[in-house]
């Protein structure tokens, strides 16, 4: 089983500062991890795939990076949009498809 | 624009069953693998299921094997979920998900409903 965990679980941060998440696999994945946004009573919404390529129609201030079992997900002078939460997925073990718990960003 | 719309949700007691869908447009349907993944109250996000763009291959979480079938009707354009046996542990928002991929299933999703509520 892969396991898939993010920190921290809850991050407090002011608008316009920037926010460093991490996500850690118990197996390495490769470069086959993607990053959602999810908002309550909103449907996911893919950020990241391949761990660094931003999604159609996803702004420059959201940044990924990492391979094997470390990644992470940058984002560059938090909007007032961008507090929700965000979950990794792995995706290079099929057909065991694994989100990570999630991460929080609050406003601090 | 792509859509996906599911319905189906609802109040089951346990032991019971449910059919979720999941109606799909503006997109070739053929060419997309679909997933669901579900969201118990108060937890992350967890995958369900898969089923190949043409049908020929279907995954599931090993919590559901057994008790869940994923389906879809080419003519549709609608992909299903077919629940049954159904336990508490299964109350969630049931979230359907086109894969990235075209001809081919890469995993993750670009595209997802709005969800919906299953009580159990």
């Known amino acids: 089983e892969i396991v898939v965990t993010q920190s921290p679980a809850t991050l407090s941060v002011s608008p316009g500062e920037s926010a460093t998440l991490s996500c850690r696999t118990s197996q390495g994945v490769g470069h086959y991890l993607a990053w959602y946004q999810k908002k309550s009573g909103q449907a996911p919404r893919l950020l990241i795939f391949d761990a660094s390529t931003r999604a159609t129609g996803i702004p420059a201030r959201f940044s990924g990076s990492g391979s094997g079992t470390e990644f992470t997900l940058t984002i560059s002078s938090l909007q007032s949009e961008d507090f929700a939460i965000y979950y990794c997925?792995?995706?290079?073990?099929?057909?065991?498809?694994?989100f990570g718990g999630g991460t929080k960003v609050e406003i601090k | 624009q792509v859509q996906l719309v599911e319905s189906g949700g609802g109040v089951v007691q346990p032991g019971g069953s449910l059919r979720l869908s999941c109606a799909t447009s503006?997109?070739?349907?053929?060419?997309?693998?679909m997933h669901w993944v579900r969201q118990a109250p108060g937890k992350g996000l967890e995958w369900v299921a898969v089923?190949?763009?043409?049908?020929?291959?279907?995954y599931y979480e090993e919590s559901v094997k057994g008790r869940f079938t994923i389906s879809r009707d080419t003519a549709a354009n609608t992909v299903y979920l077919q629940m049954s046996s159904l336990r508490a542990e299964d109350t969630a928002v049931y979230y359907c998900?086109?894969?990235?991929?075209?001809?081919?299933?890469?995993?993750?999703?670009?595209?997802w409903g709005r969800g919906t509520l299953v009580t159990v």
């Open positions: 089923i190949w763009f043409d049908g020929s291959s279907e």
């Open positions: 503006g997109f070739t349907f053929t060419s997309h693998g």
């Open positions: 998900a086109r894969d990235s991929g075209r001809r081919t299933v890469y995993g993750y999703s670009d595209v």
């Open positions: 997925q792995q995706y290079n073990f099929w057909p065991l498809l694994s």
